[in-house]
């Protein structure tokens, strides 16, 4: 419970503009790091990161951090153990992005377009014993908004998903 009120919390605080604590930060070492982490988490799982140089973007990068470890821990929690993780970090068109993408089990259209709302959970289970408050996708996304950016979902039945964080880079 403690975990869910201070989740809302920190919800609204970045839904009111609560400013953030920006600077140029490199999207690339984030990933890293994150990856590096899971990696520790679940050391069975392939997860690979591809991030060819530094992505430059103007963020919080604690929060940034948190955006990365949320999409991250989702593709941990909701895809079979073994199942491959891909990180990809890439930076053109004034915009650096942030690919978390898993290779199974997907979502229906429907749950896609309702992914990002509070408390949203696409296995309907109606306690908490497996997994998180139904909170973490919408924070990202508000944390992704607060600085500038979206998060977006390409997803399929038996295809996987592929969260994309876009986010302008510093200086433009």
Do not use: K
């Not at 990180?87 to 429907?110: C, F, H, I, K, N």
């Amino acid at each position: 419970m403690g975990r869910m009120v201070a989740d809302l919390l920190l919800l609204a605080r970045y839904e009111a503009g609560r400013p953030l604590d920006r600077r140029p930060v490199d999207l690339a070492s984030l990933a890293a790091e994150a990856v590096i982490r899971a990696r520790i988490v679940d050391p069975g799982r392939p997860i690979t990161l591809e991030a060819v140089e530094p992505v430059i973007v103007d963020a919080d990068d604690e929060r940034l951090r948190q955006v990365i470890d949320n999409l991250i821990g989702n593709a941990l929690q909701h895809t079979p153990p073994g199942s491959p993780v891909t990180v990809t970090v890439t930076g053109a068109l004034g915009r650096g992005q942030l690919t978390v993408a898993d290779q199974e089990p997907g979502m229906t259209a429907e749950q896609a377009s309702h992914v990002f709302e509070r408390f949203y959970r696409t296995d309907g289970a109606r306690t908490r014993a497996r997994g998180g408050t139904g909170l973490g996708l919408a924070i990202a996304a508000s944390l992704a908004a607060a600085h500038g950016g979206e998060i977006t979902i390409d997803t399929a039945p038996g295809c996987g998903a592929a969260f994309h964080v876009r986010l302008p880079l510093a200086g433009t």
